[in-house]
Nanobody, 115 residues
Framework: QVQFVESGGGLVQPGGSLRLSCAASGRMISIYAMGWYRQAPGKQRELVATITSGGSTNYVDSVKGRFTISRDNAKNTVYLQMNSLKPEDTAVYYC?????????WGQGTQVTVSS
């Protein structure tokens, strides 16, 4: 069973940057499309960025031009570079497959954008 450990979140001012990491264990994820999801208080979890096994990427409109997803298959790790952060980016961020792996959600990493 695959497991994910997210890290890199924190408190940042509007306009700031963070780089999130997601380390996978239990299965090599190189052949799978992977995604970063987020869940803000009182809202449903949403998929914000996707990267295919071949490296093609896709983003939800609200983060296009600001977020960049990447992967290092040798490290079994997925990253999310977040620039020009806005208060509305505040959420717990998770990584998982696209589609998700069953029973595999990690603890996530909290991102808070506030002055």
């Amino acid at each position: 069973q695959v497991q994910f450990v997210e890290s890199g979140g924190g408190l940042v001012q509007p306009g700031g940057s963070l780089r999130l990491s997601c380390a996978a264990s239990g299965r090599m994820i190189s052949i799978y499309a992977m995604g970063w999801y987020r869940q803000a208080p009182g809202k449903q979890r949403e998929l914000v960025a996707t990267i295919t096994s071949g490296g093609s990427t896709n983003y939800v409109d609200s983060v296009k031009g600001r977020f960049t997803i990447s992967r290092d298959n040798a490290k079994n790790t997925v990253y999310l570079q977040m620039n020009s952060l806005k208060p509305e980016d505040t959420a717990v961020y998770y990584c998982n497959g696209v589609p998700v792996f069953r029973n595999s959600w990690g603890q996530g990493t909290q991102v808070t954008v506030s002055s």
